[in-house]
């Protein structure tokens, strides 16, 4: 089956400009998280939904993110006046449950933001 | 803070096992370890997960003592293909996921011809 989708794949904007990256998750999937990377850094985490609404934002840095994922399905990342510390890969990933340990997550491909 | 320890780096050569342990003396009793594999531009994928003992699937192996403060990552007969970064996760997803679940830095592994 499909596996989770990211768009757009890249995405060059201006410093003080808003984007917004979607997600698709795996179908029937309950649970949806949202990361960045730096180069050379392993993923950090952001934000976690189970369902519609954010079990776990405490990842997010600051006021300037949002994320929602209104009908509990698709999710998009939205970043306000965008700073050139913004610029990394944004990493979307899905899980069955979203609870228990062995609960895996799968990754999207990513979108690389780069903020001139 | 990452719960988990593991080398930074390891070479290695085409057909040779590598063995990559990660050290989590702090894991808690319903925390599994689950260990992924990230290509450049892409994101990390799934190897494979335990919680004691062995675990062996097509790709890999896992081995988890009994005190289970470590893990180890078997890959059998590397290829080139296998170069990658493997990132080792202990957590328990349900609770505070974003204290409780972070992916360290990972070790970068080059398989040499």
């Known amino acids: 089956g499909a596996g989770v989708s990211q768009t757009p794949s890249n995405k060059v904007t201006e410093k003080g400009k808003y984007v917004e990256l979607r997600c698709d998750p795996i179908s029937g999937h309950t649970a949806l998280y949202w990361y960045r990377q730096s180069l050379g850094q392993g993923p950090e985490f952001l934000i976690y939904?189970?369902?519609?609404?954010?079990?776990?934002d405490s990842g997010l840095p600051n006021d300037r993110f949002f994320a929602v994922r209104p009908e509990g399905s698709v999710s998009t990342l939205k970043i306000q006046r965008t700073e050139r510390g913004d610029s990394a890969v944004y990493l979307c990933?899905?899980?069955?449950?979203?609870?228990?340990?062995?609960?895996?997550?799968?990754f999207g491909p990513g979108t690389r933001l780069t903020v001139l | 803070l990452a719960k988990t320890t593991q080398p930074i780096s390891m070479d290695s050569y085409e057909g040779q096992e590598v063995n990559i342990t990660c050290s989590h003396n702090?894991?808690?009793?319903?925390?599994?370890i689950t260990w992924y594999q990230q290509f450049p531009s892409q994101g990390p994928r799934f190897i494979i997960q335990g919680y004691k003992t062995k675990v062996t699937n097509e790709v890999a192996s896992l081995f988890i003592p009994a005190d289970r403060k470590s893990s180890t990552l078997s890959l059998p007969r590397v290829s080139l293909s296998d170069t990658a970064v493997y990132y080792c996760?202990?957590?328990?997803?349900?609770?505070?996921?974003?204290?409780?679940?972070?992916f360290g830095p990972g070790t970068r592994l080059s398989v040499l011809p």
């Open positions: 990933a899905s899980s069955l449950t979203g609870s228990g340990g062995s609960d895996t997550q799968y």
């Open positions: 702090n894991i808690a009793t319903n925390d599994y």
């Open positions: 996760l202990v957590g328990d997803q349900g609770k505070d996921y974003g204290q409780n679940f972070v």
């Open positions: 939904f189970q369902g519609t609404g954010a079990a776990d």
